[in-house]
């Protein structure tokens, strides 16, 4: 299997990693423009170009991922298309392309993929099913925050697309976390939001956001993100009559509480989990590995996506919404 990977950055470079992990036998190429990403990359293996047409030319590849900034996917994943290439793109933000790009990939009988990582945590796939069994509306809190300079420590928060309030922090924290709050509580009906700016930070957004969702099912929800947190944090709770989960944003801390006992409970989701030290431990790598599987079992017809650019559609609506 050759796969070819367009971006070689942070995300860029854990892909390869761990695709390397499932598929041992995979040929991996590379797309950047610029040298030092294309010279490290072949540092770890990587064959190197530094164009989508070039590296189509050298080589016959079954899969490509998009691993650039969010502004650049709607053409990089058009170009890919254009080469009779299925695609795995991580998220887009905003939805420039995606009809253009559905209608290509469906005339071309070729997969498009979208990256929906929280989808894939132990943690939220637990707290959906023990919602779905309850059966009734719950209320939800939810506070997302992290300090926007920690992002990326290697370079200025104004030189990535994070400093674009067109995918700004925020912005990317919703589409991180919206899917998964969609897909446990289902379609929003109403959307109330505030927000405003805490920090000296030099963006052209706001850096909270205080907002209120109201799910057709009749649950409500208080979310706040924040780009200010100066430790990065991801705190859950999910209450109705009958039911109490507590999440801290990682499998060690997911409780259900006992009301019988009086007490919380552990809940286990993963045997084992990896994490990588250089990033907050809320994320976890076993969720990356199993959205990069579950698109190797869509290509051999095995699998369906958990996660598809029409579902993507209605989260960036609400996210418009929250922003508006």
Known sequence: MQILIVGLGSMGKRRARLIRNIKPEAVICGVDQTPDRRAQAEELGIRAFSSISQAVESCRFDAAFVCTSPRSHATVIGQLLDANLSVFTELNLISDGYEENMRKAKEKNLTLFLSSTMLYRGETQYIAKQVAQFGRPVSYLYHVGQYLPDWHPWENYQNFFVGDKRTGGCR??????????????????????????????????????????????????????????????????????????????????????????????????????????????????NAYVDEIANFFGVLEGSEKPRYTFQQDLATLAVIDQIEA
């Open 172 to 285: 990317e924290i919703f589409g991180i976390e919206l899917p998964w709050l969609l897909n446990a509580f289902g379609p929003v009906r109403q959307v109330w939001a505030v927000k405003d700016t805490l920090s000296a930070l030099k963006i052209d957004y706001p850096d909270r956001y205080l907002v209120t969702l109201t799910h057709e099912n009749g649950t409500r929800g208080q979310l706040a993100v924040d780009v200010v947190s100066p430790k990065a944090v991801r705190h859950f709770e999910v209450f109705g009559e009958g039911l109490h989960l507590f999440w801290e944003g990682n499998p060690k801390q997911l409780f259900r509480f006992d009301h019988a006992l009086g007490q919380q409970l552990p809940v286990e989701t993963y045997q084992t989990f990896e994490h990588d030290p250089r990033y907050s431990d809320n994320i976890v790598e």
